[in-house]
């Protein structure tokens, strides 16, 4: 089945309100229009209204870099489903292994905000993906098996269309490593394994895997010509345009 292809960008804590729209501006100029690949970015909550302002009426959606399962009440620094709706974003980025690093993110909270960005109708991409300890220890798929379970629980046949994905090795997000095609291959087809074992064919074949791990306009093309990395999400090359327009052309 052929899947349409997803780039997204993670801009993480970078940016200005004026320094995003800045850079949202120049990706509309080398993006609007592209139509091969789908596109978004996720900037900072700061600066989402300034980037959907930017890219209004282009063909580059919005996200959030994350979501709290709550739709309102006594949570400091949290942001709802409805919240970053009424902003504009179309996604959210839910369990990053940054957030799992350093916000104490677990797969039963991953899994209580997937339902809550469901429930609010926005799109989700998932992410999952072992440590460097976890891959020296070979336990690799156990670990990404028991994300995705996690991810997953009490979701139905349905709700798949709304959600995207992403691999990311922790131990090449932002370290310059990378996993090679082969590695990265063998981890998306083991995802989809997952997949239609729970859901069927017809939801593992439609479903968008993504790769995220120092994804480079020098790397892209190699890593997403395999047959089940179905786009990028991107790091700190999306926070330069040239290099993420290579990579989203990069996209088959």
Known sequence: MARRSFVAGNWKMNKSPEEARALALDLRKRLDGF??????VCPTYLCITTVVDALRGSSIAVGGQDVFWEK???YTGAVSAPMLLAAG????????SERRQYFGETD??????????????????????????????????????????????????DDMAC????????????????????QAQDVHALI??????????????????????????????????????DGALVGGASLVAAD?????????
């Open 35 to 40: 139509s091969k690949a789908d596109v978004a």
């Open 163 to 182: 959600l995207t994905i992403a691999y990311e090795p922790v131990w090449a997000i932002g370290t310059g490593l990378t996993a090679t095609p082969r």
């Open 72 to 74: 309102s009440g006594a």
């Open 108 to 157: 039963e909270t991953v899994n209580k905000r997937i339902k809550a960005a469901l429930a609010a109708r926005l799109k989700i991409i998932a992410c999952v993906g072992e440590t460097k300890d976890e891959r020296l220890g070979n336990v690799t798929e156990q670990v990404v098996k028991r994300q995705v379970e996690g991810a997953l629980a009490g979701l139905k046949a």
């Open 192 to 229: 989809r394994g997952l997949v239609r074992t729970r859901f069927g064919a017809d939801v593992a074949d439609a479903l968008r895997i993504q790769y995220g791990g120092s994804v480079k306009a020098d790397n892209a093309r190699e890593l997403m010509s395999q047959p089940d990395i």
């Open 244 to 252: 993420f327009e290579t990579i989203v052309k990069a996209a088959r």
């Open 89 to 96: 974003c179309q996604y959210t980025i839910i369990g990053h």
